[in-house]
């Protein structure tokens, strides 16, 4: 047996028509959506995630503003930049793209970004939000995953579905959106004992801990449903997921490619966000 492939480029290329035409609704009421990024250093592979955020705006006909600071840039400049975005009506999404240099503190820069427009969903307001049910604003990979389970109508009412994975970012939020749906939900990390136990129990498995092909074919369940968050660079210069894709397809009933699964519609998710906040507007 061969995994269906649940296919995020597809996906997204179908959400992000009906984002643009949504986009030139606005826009004939005389609103622009607005989405800024500020990046801080010259990491590679952040500089490569928001050359790809800016295109994905452009596309969509949401307008994006790019700032660059210094890896050794002093945090006030930072909070500065942010305050001055919180107080131009013009923008309607804040992204600070993660992670930062060690001296600033990235907790405190994502609570500066004010609840409304904060599109990537980290501010604690926000976070407490999405814990109580009445999310502004989800996530944008764990949105994007939500998306994807039901592009395939995955049967998300009392199914058993185990995160590897515990992060603000993935992990903690994933196990929130899916308990919504029903779900049971055992979240795995770095000290889980005998995590393979976990995974074969899984009906849906996220995978989110950042380890190239960590979950093989003999930790999944037959037939479940495998959503691959994972993106690695390996010696020879290749993309792939924390899942072995090869032998767990022969598993799975589903499977999410990398590259081509989770990070496209994470970036779609993001335009969805901006696009909701500047509808709010109206």
Do not use: W
């Amino acid at each position: 047996m061969t995994a269906r492939l649940i296919d995020g480029n597809a996906l997204s290329t179908a959400l992000r028509t009906d984002l643009a035409t949504r986009t030139a609704t606005l826009k004939a009421q005389g609103i622009v959506p607005a989405l800024a990024v500020i990046l801080v250093g010259d990491d590679p592979a952040s500089a490569v995630y928001v050359r790809n955020k800016i295109a994905a705006c452009e596309k969509t006909g949401i307008r994006s503003l790019h700032f660059n600071f210094a890896a050794d840039v002093a945090p006030a400049e930072v909070f500065a930049k942010i305050a001055a975005l919180n107080a131009d009506a013009t923008v309607h999404g804040i992204l600070v793209q993660l992670p930062l240099p060690k001296h600033i503190d990235a907790d405190a820069v994502l609570d500066a970004i004010t609840v409304e427009k904060d599109v990537d969903g980290f501010h604690a307001q926000n976070i407490g939000a999405l814990t109580q049910g009445k999310p502004r604003f989800i996530p944008c990979t764990p949105y994007g995953v939500m998306k994807m389970l039901a592009s395939i109508d995955a049967p998300l009412k009392g199914a058993e579905a185990v995160i590897v994975g515990r992060s603000n970012i993935v992990g903690k939020p994933m196990a929130l959106l899916l308990l919504a749906q029903g779900c049971t939900v055992t979240i795995c990390h770095s000290q889980t004992r005998d995590l393979a136990f976990h995974t074969r129990r899984a009906d849906i498995l996220i995978a989110a801990i950042g380890r190239p092909k960590m979950i093989t074919g003999e930790m999944i369940k037959p037939d479940a449903i495998v959503i691959d968050v994972g993106i690695n660079r390996l010696p020879d210069g290749k993309l792939c997921g924390d899942v072995d894709f090869v032998s767990v397809s022969e598993v799975a009933s589903a499977i999410t490619p990398v590259p081509g699964g989770v990070g496209p519609m994470t970036i779609t998710m993001l335009l969805t966000n901006t696009l909701e906040a500047a509808e709010r507007c109206l």
